[in-house]
């Protein structure tokens, strides 16, 4: 024939039909998909000029095929035909090249969705994932089978050739892959795996190295913008949580950061912050340590505790969380009390305090940081978390030295989260000479130092008020029972009900300091009324003898060398409350 396009091209022979001049020499068609390249293959095709079909131009003669109509209708095995059947035979059960392909595919928009070529490229990709998932998992059950004598071979795992290939995608075609891998069953690992390699390819460009010299700018806020975009997405193509499978804790707080530092929706970070919560014994200082976002403000706070104080707080209301969280946990931690020093929970609530401790000790050096924000942290965990409250005593240390002109009643509240009888003796001795704390503490300092040294001199007795040793409470019998093991539970109520005399005796001390106050005053008075030396000098040992009571140590004279009435009633109150 004359004219081969207009024999294969419905489109082209529709144009002339229209066309009022019978001798028309020249026609203008607008916007072939793949433009001039397009065009010309498709007319190399009609002329009998051979080309070869590949993964890197099959998407564009499909689109070109069906937008110029070259069909089976107009000429047998057509375009359209041709590049269809190597769709079939070469790129649909490829999952690498049907990525590729639908890689091609984002500048052939919108034709290559009308005509259906993404649906079917994502479909493909998700059914040999999961396919070759399948394949796997098999593989592994042949190769552990005792019978087999062929040695074991590790398959590839799919992300590993890929899931790497998808971080080429554009956003919304990843989205959609990644939505049809999981609603075909494919594993939560391999879904973090994709997840975490998309994030660091299509995150890494956008980081901002010096952003003071860009803030505000255009260019700030595009990336910000794309940043925020980026994360949100992947926010909401995670995995279901889950404690066998969880998603990495520093992929998490990676994404909270970003999160937080492009402004992300407050659901997104929610979501971050209760996955961190939920295996936040996994985390350490890094991953918590979440740069706040100023606004430009140079006078705000360097990190945003605000976020860690919720992941603490979903932490510790685990046990409260609903049913769907109930689904989550093992059968082995639901067997355990909370308390129980053996149990899971324990064991994690542990490193838990281990780690706020560490946290409060690196915000404690920023001047910016209010007092009722760590106030609020250091408050945040039960007593029975710490053992040892050296780290807490470390970190409130730095923050009233930090902080030297913070109010009388926010330091008051700020020591009284520490627990003088779990601290070690270094730490005692350092807090009985610290002058940043009020002189109530140190009176609780010393006093608790004082039992500590009647007990070791008495056979080392009662020493959980101290914490027990190797985090462990000891075993102890019921008054009037047999020496028999007691549960957890029972041991726990038992310290528990022995603290609270503690505290009443701590309340008896601090009244009677008032008193010893209030005598100091009166002495001063005297000394400036009262000239006669004899008169002074027996007002003074009277008060001293008083002074002499509250502080002497066990097996000590007072000063003065004579013991009066109130001095061993005093010392036989302590007598009644101490636990043999």
């Known amino acids: 024939m004359q004219f081969p396009l207009v024999s294969r091209s419905g489109r082209i022979r529709k144009l002339l039909l229209e066309a009022k001049d019978s001798k028309i020499s020249r026609i203008n068609i607008p916007a ?69 392909v639908l890689h091609r595919c984002e500048t052939l928009l919108p034709i290559s969705e009308e005509i259906n070529l993404v649906n079917r490229l994502i479909n493909a990709i998700a ?19 005792p019978a087999k004598t062929m040695p074991l071979m590790e398959p590839e795992t799919p992300s590993d050739w890929w899931g790497k290939s998808l971080s080429m995608l554009n956003l919304d075609f990843f989205q959609r892959v990644l939505t049809a ?6 594993k ?99 991953d918590i340590l979440i740069p706040a976002n100023s606004h430009g403000n140079n006078h705000c706070a360097m990190y945003d505790t605000d976020s860690v104080l919720r992941i603490f707080s979903i932490f510790l209301n685990l046990d409260e969380d609903d049913d769907e969280d109930n689904n989550l946990r093992d059968e082995s931690e639901m067997v355990y009390d909370f308390d129980s020093p053996g149990s899971p929970k324990q064991s994690s609530i542990l490193k838990v305090s281990k780690l706020l401790d560490n946290f409060l000790a690196e915000v404690a050096l920023d001047p910016n940081l209010l007092p009722s924000k760590f106030i609020a942290l250091a408050e945040l965990l039960p007593d029975h978390a710490r053992t040892v409250s050296d780290g807490l005593y470390r970190a409130v240390d730095i923050f009233l030295k930090v902080h030297p002109n913070i109010k009388d009643s926010e330091r008051s509240r700020l020591c009284k989260t520490i627990d003088c009888q779990k601290l070690s003796q270094e730490a005692c001795s350092h807090a009985a000479q610290d002058e940043r704390l009020p002189v109530q503490m140190a009176v609780q300092v010393l006093y608790f130092e004082q039992i500590r040294l009647r007990n070791a001199m008495n056979g080392g007795h009662n020493q959980f008020f101290f914490g027990a040793l190797n985090g462990q409470f000891p075993q102890r019998s019921g008054s009037g029972a047999g020496s028999g093991a007691i549960s957890p ?35 001063k008075q005297e000394l400036v009324r009262s000239h006669p030396a004899n008169k002074l000098f027996k007002s003074f040992t009277k008060k001293l003898s008083k002074l002499n009571a509250l502080f002497r140590i066990n ?17 036989q109150k302590r007598r009644r409350h101490s636990v043999s």
Request: proline share 3%; charged share 25%; aromatic share 4%.
């Open 32 to 100: 072939v998909p793949g433009g001039p390249e397009g065009f010309e293959l498709a007319a190399k095709f009609c002329y009998g000029v051979n080309f070869e079909i590949t993964q890197s131009n099959v998407a564009m003669l499909c689109c070109t095929a069906r937008f110029l109509e070259m069909t089976e209708d107009f000429a047998e095995k057509n375009l359209e035909a041709r590049a269809e059947a190597f769709l079939k035979e070469m790129v649909l059960p490829n999952i690498s090249i049907s990525i590729s």
């Open 127 to 145: 059914s040999n994932a999961c396919k070759e998932q399948l394949t796997s998992g098999l593989l592994k059950l042949d190769h552990n089978y």
């Open 181 to 186: 891998v999981k609603s075909k069953g494919l």
């Open 188 to 286: 939560q690992d391999m879904i973090s795996k994709i997840l975490i390699n998309y994030a660091h390819n299509s995150l890494q460009g956008l980081v901002v190295r010096d952003p003071h010299l860009v803030k505000g700018s255009l260019l700030d806020l595009e990336s910000q913008k794309k940043q925020r975009v980026i994360v949100e997405a992947i926010v909401s193509l995670l995995p279901t949580q889950s404690r066998k499978c969880p998603v990495p804790m520093v992929f998490l707080s990676s994404l909270l950061k970003t999160a937080i530092a492009s402004s992300a929706t407050t659901s997104c970070r929610s979501d971050l912050e209760r996955r961190i919560g939920l295996q936040l014994d996994q985390a350490i200082l890094e």
């Open 489 to 523: 539970r029972d041991n726990y109520a038992s310290v528990r009900r022995e603290n609270r005399e503690l505290k009443l005796e701590v309340a008896r001390m601090r009244m009677r300091l008032t008193d010893l106050e209030k005598d100091h005053v009166s002495m």
């Open 555 to 571: 097996g000590l004279k007072p000063i003065g060398g004579k013991v009066n009435s109130e001095t061993r009633l005093l010392f």
